[in-house]
């Protein structure tokens, strides 16, 4: 038998590598990469729609094309978070006969109002709910309201921060896995390819030009 570690020895002695920070993702979600395409902005369009039909580009939806200077993209589908989703932002850029696709995550805020809503405005229900459960049960419990607001109230809101801050970085990190999963179908569908920022410094970037709505 060799005298060399066996290769589950020779695995666990591998480091795990330590997940991104929130300022990662963040940093992650702000600089999506970009695709180089042969095709126009009108393809590229069509090839997006094929591909929602049949159900690879969840949340696929055209952008109006009155205001192109609107920033509102060429079109938009999910990234979907956990809980909070954001939306995927897809432009079709044309430089000097170079034509890219850029992407941007923006975050929804619709369903973030709901539930920081809901965790608002159940603290009034579960303080009076609690204080009401807790003298019907138990005779000793102090037969005065603000008994229990005085320990229910910082018990239930000081970990709401926390509690936020916990949900919103899970979201960011889900949305940015998703959302690099919708640019791999992406680039398939166009026959594009990533763009290598770092090995064409001299390259204008998207942001520098208005997007392509020529026909």
């Known amino acids: 038998m060799s005298d060399g570690p066996n290769q589950p020895d020779a ?4 480091p795990t590598p330590a997940p991104p920070s929130d300022s990662q993702i963040r940093e992650l979600l702000e600089s999506l990469p970009e ?37 509102k993209g060429l079109f938009t589908c999910s990234a979907f978070g956990a809980p909070f989703d954001f939306r995927l932002v897809v432009d ?12 941007r995550a923006e975050p929804l805020k619709k369903l973030p109002a709901v539930y920081a809503a809901v965790l608002a405005f159940t603290v009034w229900p579960g303080v009076v709910f609690t204080d009401s459960l807790l003298n019907t049960w138990f005779g000793w419990y102090p037969n005065a309201w603000w008994f229990t607001w005085a320990w229910y109230i910082p018990l239930t809101l000081l970990p709401l921060p926390w509690v936020w801050r916990s949900i919103t970085r899970k979201s960011r990190a889900a949305a940015l896995v998703h959302a ?3 640019i791999e179908r992406l680039t398939a569908a ?10 064409e410094p001299g390259q204008a970037k998207p942001g520098d030009t208005e997007p392509d709505s020529s026909e």
């Open 180 to 182: 690099y999963e919708q």
């Open 92 to 103: 079709h850029w044309q430089i000097e006969g170079t034509r890219t696709l850029s992407f």
């Open 190 to 199: 166009v026959d594009g390819e990533y763009v290598d920022r770092d090995a």
């Open 35 to 71: 695709v180089r395409t042969p095709h126009d902005h009108a393809e590229c369009l069509a090839r997006a729609e094929r591909l929602s039909k049949r159900g690879k580009l969840p949340g696929f939806a055209k952008s109006p094309a009155a205001d192109p200077k609107a920033r």
């Open 11 to 14: 695995l666990a002695d591998k």
